[in-house]
C-alpha cells in the first residue's frame, strides 16, 4: 500500500472542521421590474377565388401592415416575418376535388419600446381588413440590468444570513468556500420563471373611417428572481 505524501492534496471536507467550521447558507432575491420590451403577433390573412388572386390580395396587405409598423420609426426595436401560407379551401359537395377559393396567412413580429406608440400602433393594426393582432407579451431583455441587481442582491442576502448565524454563536467569517447559482449543479431551479405577460387578441373586419382610439395597454410588471448557494467558513467559537 502506497503511503499518502503529507504535502499532496487532502479531500475537501464537506461539514467542516472544529478549527475551520462552515457555513452553508442560501441566498435569495426576488425583484418587480417595469418590462422594457413588448412583442405584438399580428397575422394578416387573405382570399381569393385563385391562387394569384389571393397571392396578390396577401402581398398589398403585409406590405400595408409592414408600411404602419415602420413608420413609426425608433419605437420599433425589431420586425420579422415568420410563417407564409397559401391553401386551397375545397367544395363540400360535388365529385372530385374542386377548389372553392385560396386562403393565404402571413405572420409579423414586432418589438416596440416605446409604449406609447404601442396601444396607437396596436389599435391601428388591428382596424385593418382581414388582419389579426395578438398581444402584446411584455419582457425584459436578455441583458437587462434587472437581472444584475437580483444576482448581486441574492449574493448580499446569502452573506448577510451567514454573518448572523455566526455572530449567534459569538464568532466572525473567515472565508468564502464556495458560491453557486441554484441549478448549476444539476438541480432545477426552485421556483418557476415569471410569464412573459398577458395576451390579448383582436380582430376586426372593414377599417373605420375615421383612426380609432388607442388602447390603453398598462404594462405588466415583471419577476425576477435570483437564489445562490454559499458555503462560508469561521472562525472557531467558543462553546
Given amino acids: 500500500m502506497t503511503t499518502p505524501s503529507p504535502d499532496a492534496p487532502q479531500p475537501a471536507v464537506p461539514y467542516g ?8 447558507v442560501r441566498g435569495e432575491a426576488r425583484l418587480e421590474v417595469d418590462p422594457e420590451i413588448a412583442r405584438i403577433g399580428v397575422t394578416v390573412a387573405s382570399r381569393g377565388r385563385d391562387r394569384r388572386a389571393a397571392l ?5 396587405r403585409n406590405a400595408t401592415v409592414l408600411d404602419l409598423v415602420k413608420s ?3 419605437a420599433v426595436e425589431h420586425l420579422e416575418t415568420g ?7 375545397l367544395k363540400e359537395k ?7 377559393a385560396y386562403h393565404g396567412r402571413v405572420h409579423i413580429t414586432a418589438e416596440l419600446t416605446d409604449f406609447t406608440a404601442l396601444g396607437e400602433l396596436t389599435t391601428r393594426l388591428a382596424d385593418l381588413d382581414l388582419t ?3 398581444g402584446p407579451w411584455w419582457a425584459l431583455r436578455p441583458d437587462s440590468p434587472a437581472y444584475r ?3 448581486q442582491q441574492a449574493v448580499r442576502e446569502a452573506v448577510q444570513r451567514a454573518r448572523e448565524y455566526a455572530e449567534a454563536l459569538g464568532t466572525s467569517l473567515a472565508a468564502l468556500v464556495e458560491l453557486a447559482d441554484i441549478g448549476a449543479e444539476g ?8 410569464p412573459g405577460g398577458r395576451m390579448r387578441s383582436m380582430a376586426y373586419g372593414a377599417a373605420a373611417e375615421d383612426t380609432p382610439a388607442a388602447l390603453d395597454l398598462e404594462p405588466q410588471r415583471q419577476r425576477v428572481n435570483a437564489t445562490v448557494n454559499a458555503r462560508f467558513t469561521m472562525e472557531p467559537p467558543r462553546l
Fill in 132 to 134: 389579426r393582432v395578438d
Fill in 187 to 194: 438541480a432545477p431551479p426552485p421556483y418557476p420563471q415569471a
Fill in 72 to 74: 413609426y420609426g425608433d
Fill in 56 to 60: 396578390d390580395d396577401l402581398t398589398q
Fill in 94 to 100: 360535388g365529385r372530385g376535388e374542386r377548389v372553392h
Fill in 17 to 24: 472542521t472544529p478549527d475551520a467550521p462552515r457555513i452553508a
Fill in 83 to 89: 410563417a407564409f401560407s397559401i391553401s386551397p379551401e
Fill in 149 to 151: 441587481q437580483a444576482r
